[in-house]
């Protein structure tokens, strides 16, 4: 059992950026953690996937560029550096753990932060 925590998530106008962090309950050497949005009145998407050793990672083309994973040392935490904010990235961000590489199916969930960009 993986417990994740998402912070960082605020109110920011277009142009800017927010660092997303998602901490977990223990470490979590064997997950790959991704990063998913889900705007209003549409279905959750993929953002990012970095894996449990930090050396690889993937990217939805909506994040390519703009939005960089990265996890720490300790393999506790995640983040999700995102630049060049725009309107149409405001939704709720949430962090997720699975195993394998890429994964399959993610088998922990944290609750999600909010983001939004004002035009």
């Known amino acids: 059992q993986v417990n994740l925590v998402e912070s960082g998530g605020g109110s920011v106008q277009a142009g800017g950026s927010l660092r997303l962090s998602c901490e977990a309950s223990?470490?979590?050497?064997?997950?790959?953690i991704g990063w998913f949005r889900q705007a209003p009145h549409k279905e959750r998407e993929f953002l990012a996937v970095?894996?449990?050793?930090?050396?690889?990672?993937r990217y939805a083309p909506s994040a390519q560029g703009r939005f960089s994973i990265s996890r720490n040392n300790a393999l506790t935490t995640a983040y999700l550096q995102m630049n060049s904010l725009q309107p149409e990235d405001t939704g709720v961000y949430f962090c997720?753990?699975?195993?394998?590489?890429?994964?399959?199916?993610?088998?922990?969930w944290g609750r999600g932060t909010q983001v939004t960009v004002s035009s």
């Open positions: 997720a753990a699975g195993t394998g590489w890429p994964p399959i199916h993610y088998d922990w």
């Open positions: 223990r470490t979590f050497p064997d997950f790959a």
């Open positions: 970095i894996r449990w050793d930090g050396r690889a990672t």
